[in-house]
RNA sequence: GCGAAAGUGGUGAAAUGGCAGACACGCUGGAUUUAGGAUCCAGUGGGAGUAAUCCCGUGGGGGUUCAAGUCCCCCCUUUCGCACCA
């Protein structure tokens, strides 16, 4: 028989929404735990990802609880987004509609698995009075000069037709759709991420991130100390600007690198008499494929330019070369080449016979450019550097940058690799920037008393590939809000990582119609306490969100200065090897496991099979063996309610020593399980302890013989478990709670205190080793002293036979574990 | 190439430097049952032995220690991240 399941979460899913168990309510006299999964894209279905991934969120939420935190758990829909968009195009429909049918659906299956979420707070962003708040954030960015235009070269999808953030690529091809992603000029809004560079290389503020993510992030910033060198070109009064952490090798440069894209060069391809030679070579360089930059048989190549600039520190003439390993986009896009001292350089010199200045000297003062095999890289002694000779090159660099500084040649610099997040998208469903154009006026922000510009509804999505909002005739065409002469709607959207990057935020106060949301709220529930979603978003949601964070403080909206204090990256769920996925048919459908088994059951399986931070391997046959466990808990304490009833209130005593072991694992278990879930979040563990502690109990048979005291132990063993399982399968934990003649919810009863007198043991088994082997064991009291245990160690009846003709060298004894001998 | 994490039974996995394999799946045998994807009992790393017990065993090799899956060094494999960052 099995036992209900159905019925049961049906009542107690009901139950929860009637006392309004998850509603958030601001209590400043309750300590606050909020605990977020990051929200699901609005795709129409719960897949096990998900359910992973809130199942551990629930645990966590429910944790707290019970320990008395006022919790808070809620729960929306990241909807906009290119999916939306093509699957509209597709089926001809509208994006909003099919959006909200999905949202309609995804709920009902949220309701099935029963997780603690207030849903009075839900937040999708496609709708009007979310994405406001994302255009009223801009214009405050705006303001606050965060808000940028710029004209260049972006990364461009040609399946998606839109421009991508650096992040999006991925090998040359697009994040989403793996298409190639080409360059293409156009002009778009930026971000400016980079004013808070310094600040999001500083991880002081979270507590139990995982050291990967952070970095991830870090090298993601890439964050570089060094100086500014301006070289005057000859016959010209332009200046190449080169970045160089190396300052004290300045005066080893012997040539200029720089890419085919500076701007420089671009120029000169220009000029009427460019030699035939550096065009192809530009040309050829610009049109291949940047990700055959990174293989490893890329080689160095270039062209001499034909031009030369001077070496601001000596006044040495060099060559410019155009070559192909200069990144334009990092640092000045414009290298000094100091071929003694990095390796590239070094290579690149002697293919084309340029010349090598040694300026560094090892300890030995022996290097000589006829015996050099590679660059020296190491530190040393500054040589052929005029006042700087003979200073170590580490404190040279300090020297340098001053010297050069008050000559006007150079500075101090910092770089880093990040660049501010392009957030313009040339595609309809997302939000629409709050900008008119006007001819006389330039660009113009909607006035606040005008947000939302709502997206148009009545409008043909996928007509053509390009943007619909650019036919939106009627939408499009709008007054100046400064002169009220006639003007046009920018068409562009966002990226939709400007919607994640502050839904928790708004999650706290998502009805406010005045204010994205209160700052008194911001100042209770925020930061976050446990965030919980994929690695994957590690350098993109994760980095935006805490950039966005902190300008909501410095616009004086919130103040703590990250939004996510803990962080959980969960694994992925995996069936014969590969992640789910419907190309490789191994999906496992979260409802149709819920309907065959219940939600209890599910869940359990997830945090049992591995650790939260670990994939977790589908096993249907696993996930009968939570089916059973929870049916032994059934009809465990079905089989024993009266006993348990009746001895409900009969404490247990100290003083009395039957069913020892047995009380001996409830205290056990208790003390396992909430260490556990607290100090590691290793669920599967904490489970396997109340599986374990259910074997003990069930392994006492004809209870009805019991006396009254090991009835008390014995109701005491079968009362903890539903009270420990409730984390994990919490509608079970609800019937038999009140099963067990309990009125209150069991969150309410609080958590179970473990007692550590009932720990102690009055005998202690020791394991005897001799020479690192077990060979034997003794059981003696607690208390016997140190000597006492050595003496009566060597007198084990195996031990004697490994000691006997042999001189005990030294015994080690470990308290209430082990004696180590010797011989 | 650089960096990080990981490598333990047939499987998912446990083990503050202290009895390796908890817990679960699977499998084997048994009980009960008209039947079982039900329940209960016993067994289950490999090898030797009737048994007590012994030998081997945490990717490979060395080392530290009374004691190493765990700490240190070298190597191999896998996964992830970064990849000309000047």
């Given amino acids: 028989m099995e036992y209900p399941f159905e019925q049961i979460e049906r009542k107690w899913q009901k139950k929860w929404q009637e006392v309004n168990l998850w509603q958030a309510k601001m209590n400043p006299e309750k300590k606050k735990y909020y605990v977020l999964s990051m929200f699901p894209y609005s795709s129409g279905a719960l897949h096990m990802g998900h359910v992973s991934n809130y199942s551990i969120a629930d645990a966590i939420t429910r944790y707290f609880l019970m320990k008395g935190y006022n919790v808070f758990q809620p729960m ?426 502050w839904y928790y935020a708004r999650f706290i106060d998502s009805h406010n119609k005045q204010k994205p949301f209160s700052k008194e709220k911001a100042d209770y529930w925020l930061p976050v306490d446990q965030y919980i979603g994929g690695i994957e978003h590690a350098c993109m949601h994760l980095m935006y969100a805490r950039f966005i964070h902190k300008v909501l403080r410095d616009l004086n909206l919130l103040s703590s200065n990250e939004p996510f204090k803990r962080l959980l990256t969960q694994g992925m769920v995996i069936k014969d090897g590969a992640k789910m996925s419907k190309s490789k048919g191994n999906v496992v459908e979260p409802l149709y496991m819920i309907d065959r088994y219940g939600a209890d059951t599910v869940r359990v399986f997830m945090l049992f099979a591995s650790p939260p931070d670990k994939d977790v391997e589908w096993n249907d046959e696993g996930v009968m063996g939570a089916f059973r466990f929870l049916n032994r808990v059934w009809r465990l304490i079905n089989n024993n309610v009266d006993i348990i009833k009746k001895n409900a209130n009969n404490t247990v005593k100290e003083s009395f020593d039957v069913l020892n072991d047995l009380r001996y694992s409830t205290h056990l278990t208790i003390k396992k399980v909430y260490e556990d879930i607290e100090n590691r979040m290793h669920f599967n563990t904490a489970i396997a302890s109340i599986m374990e502690h259910l074997n003990n109990v069930t392994a006492i048979k004809n209870v009805n013989l019991l006396t009254k005291q090991e009835q008390a132990v014995f109701a005491e063993a079968c009362l903890v478990i539903p009270r420990l399982l409730y984390p994990f399968a919490p509608h079970i934990a609800e019937e038999l709670w009140q099963l067990t003649g309990h009125k209150d919810l069991i969150h309410e009863a609080g958590v179970l205190q473990y007692r550590a007198d009932f720990l102690k043991k009055d005998e202690i088994t020791y394991v005897i080793q001799i020479k690192g082997k077990v060979r034997g064991k003794m059981t003696i009291p607690v208390d016997t002293t140190e000597d006492e245990i050595r003496r009566q160690a060597l007198k084990v009846d195996n031990v004697e036979k490994y000691i006997q003709n042999k001189t005990v060298k030294k015994i080690v004894v470990v308290k209430n574990k082990l004696v180590s001998i010797v011989v």
């Fill in 76 to 501: 929306g829909y990241d909807s906009f987004g290119l999916p939306a968009e093509n699957f509209a195009i597709q089926n001809n429909t509208h994006p909003q509609l099919a959006t909200e049918d999905n949202i309609k659906t995804m709920r009902k299956q949220f309701d099935n698995v029963g997780f603690g979420l207030d849903w009075s707070n839900e937040i999708s962003t496609s709708r009007p009075d979310y994405y406001k708040w994302n255009q009223w954030l801009f214009k405050r960015f705006y303001e606050k000069g965060l808000v940028i235009k710029k004209k260049a070269h972006f990364n461009w999808c040609t399946d998606c037709q839109t421009v991508l953030a650096n992040e999006q690529v991925l090998e040359g091809n697009c994040w989403r759709c793996d298409e190639k992603v080409v360059l293409k000029e156009m002009e778009q809004w930026f971000l400016k991420i980079t004013d808070y560079a310094e600040e999001l290389l500083d991880f002081s503020n979270v507590s139990c991130w995982p050291e990967r993510v952070i970095t991830m992030q870090k090298n993601w910033i890439w964050k570089s100390e060094g100086s500014k060198i301006y070289f005057k070109l000859i016959d010209s009064d332009k200046k190449i600007t080169v970045f160089t952490t190396r300052p004290d090798t300045i005066f080893g440069c012997t040539y200029l690198a720089l890419p085919p894209e500076h701007p420089i060069v671009i120029n000169w391809l220009k000029e009427s008499n460019v030699d035939q030679k550096v065009k192809s070579f530009c040309e050829k360089t610009i049109n291949s494929d940047s990700s055959l930059r990174t293989t490893d048989d890329f080689t160095k190549e270039g062209v001499f330019s034909g031009k030369y600039c001077i070496n601001p520190v000596n006044g040495d003439k060099i060559p410019i070369w155009i070559t192909n390993y200069v990144l334009v986009e990092y640092g000045t896009g414009a290298v000094m080449a100091v071929p003694a001292h990095d390796q590239r350089d070094f290579e690149f010199a002697k293919k084309h016979d340029l010349h090598i200045k040694i300026v560094i000297q090892n300890q030995e003062r022996d290097l000589t450019v006829d015996k050099m095999k590679e660059a020296y890289l190491e530190s040393g002694f500054l040589t052929h550097s005029d006042a700087f000779n003979d200073m170590d090159s580490i404190s040279s660099m300090k020297a340098i940058n001053s010297w050069m500084e008050e000559q006007g040649i150079g500075n101090k610099a910092v770089t880093y690799k990040l660049k501010d997040w392009g957030i313009s998208r040339q595609r309809y469903w997302g939000t629409p920037i709050p900008i008119i154009h006007c001819n006389k006026c330039g660009s113009v922000l909607v006035p606040d008393e005008d947000l939302p510009v709502e997206l148009p509804v009545d409008i043909e999505v996928g007509k053509t590939r390009q943007n619909p909002l650019l036919s939106a005739e009627e939408w499009l065409n709008v007054k100046c809000p400064k002169c009220r002469g006639n003007a046009r709607r920018e068409t562009d959207t966002m990226d939709t990582f400007v919607d994640s990057s």
